[in-house]
């Protein structure tokens, strides 16, 4: 199993840029999840998902865009970058009932 | 609104010596709590967690965290510390998000371990 994987893991965006951020995982989580650290903060939940085609706004959403089509894969869309989205992004997946959440690498985004 | 503080940036201890990581929390209800470890340009790996039973709670690479209630604290411990111990320690509380058993975890800022050789 490799877990969950995101990419890329490093990007710098100007601003207005769009890009989309890749989450897969191989361990059949109905669960997925979307959090942002931002330096010296815990993390902060942007979105989530409980099965295919269903998504939820999380803490954060304003500014980020989700789509969940399958099991495996959970991208995070942004339209249009902003400074305020200079984050490091973790994508994470549990399975149902076990409250466990399984994190991804992260990847690091600079937006100029 | 449930919250999680560590009131430590930083520990820093001796390889060999005893450590502590504290953390306490704000939840209404009874709390799902958690430890995750996050070591430089890498996740955060789950260390352990309390949902209910026993206050001791034992987890991955000899770490052990106890829930007092009365004190709302989950501190982490560690009875030996390793200079491989070296890494930033989150706490969290887990809150019930949807009608399902998805779970939001709110994460205290972070506690940076350094275990001195």
């Known amino acids: 199993n490799a877990g969950v994987t995101q990419t890329p893991k490093f990007r710098i965006l100007k601003i207005g840029q769009s890009m989309t951020l890749q989450c897969t995982q191989d361990m059949n989580h109905n669960y997925m999840y979307w959090y942002r650290q931002d330096p010296g903060m815990g993390l902060k939940l942007i979105y989530y998902s409980v099965g295919a085609g269903i998504t939820d706004k999380g803490e954060v959403p304003n500014g980020y865009n989700v789509s969940r089509s399958t099991t495996e894969d959970f991208p995070l869309r942004l339209e249009l970058a902003a400074p305020s989205q200079t984050s490091v992004y973790f994508c994470?997946?549990?399975?149902?009932?076990?409250?466990?959440?399984?994190f991804g690498p992260g990847t690091r985004l600079t937006v100029l | 609104a449930q919250s999680v503080a560590q009131p430590e940036d930083q520990v820093n201890v001796a390889e060999g010596n005893p450590l502590t990581v504290k953390c306490t929390y704000s939840?209404?209800?009874?709390?799902?709590l958690f430890w995750y470890v996050q070591y430089p340009n890498r996740g955060l790996q789950f260390l352990l967690k309390y949902i209910t039973g026993d206050n001791l709670v034992k987890g991955s690479y000899g770490f052990e965290a106890e829930f007092n209630k009365s004190q709302t604290s989950f501190h982490l411990k560690k009875p030996s510390a390793l200079v491989s111990d070296s890494a930033l320690y989150f706490c969290?509380?887990?809150?019930?998000?949807?009608?399902?058993?998805?779970?939001?975890?709110?994460f205290g800022s972070g506690t940076q371990l350094t275990v001195l050789p």
């Open positions: 969290a509380v887990s809150l019930k998000i949807s009608s399902g058993s998805a779970r939001q975890l709110t």
């Open positions: 939840v209404s209800g009874n709390p799902y």
């Open positions: 994470a997946s549990d399975a149902q009932g076990t409250d466990t959440q399984y």
